[in-house]
Nanobody
């Protein structure tokens, strides 16, 4: 089970930190990531981090503003979101990959947490 938290309402330019905690399974050998789905749009991958944390990818839409990190000891990973824009409004999902590298083949999804960026 994956439990995502940290979403909410924030003004443009503000920051939020999302967390995802894994319960009941080991994921140190898996890549993990964050996806989002805005109203009327398809779910998109926004960031992925390999099992060791050595390789990280970001979508162009969030690069330079968002930072992914993981703490395998605590079986938790995070998404620090800075300089938020109204177009970042979406439901954010955490995910665990089936492999150690890349998030294009997801084994587990979190339940989603809503981020709303509005003044």
């Amino acid at each position: 089970q994956l439990q995502a938290s940290g979403g909410g309402l924030v003004q443009p330019g503000g920051s939020l930190r999302l967390s995802c905690a894994a319960y009941g399974f080991v994921f140190e050998d898996r890549a993990v990531g964050w996806f989002r789905q805005a109203p009327g749009k398809e779910r998109e991958e926004i960031s992925c981090i390999t099992d060791s944390g050595a390789h990280i990818t970001y979508s162009d839409s969030v690069k330079g503003r968002f930072t992914i990190s993981r703490d395998n000891h605590k079986t938790t990973w995070y998404l620090q979101m800075n300089s938020l824009k109204p177009e970042d409004t979406a439901v954010y999902y955490c995910a665990v990959s089936r492999t150690f590298y890349g998030c294009d083949n997801i084994a587990y999804w979190g339940q989603g947490t809503l981020v709303t960026v509005s003044s």
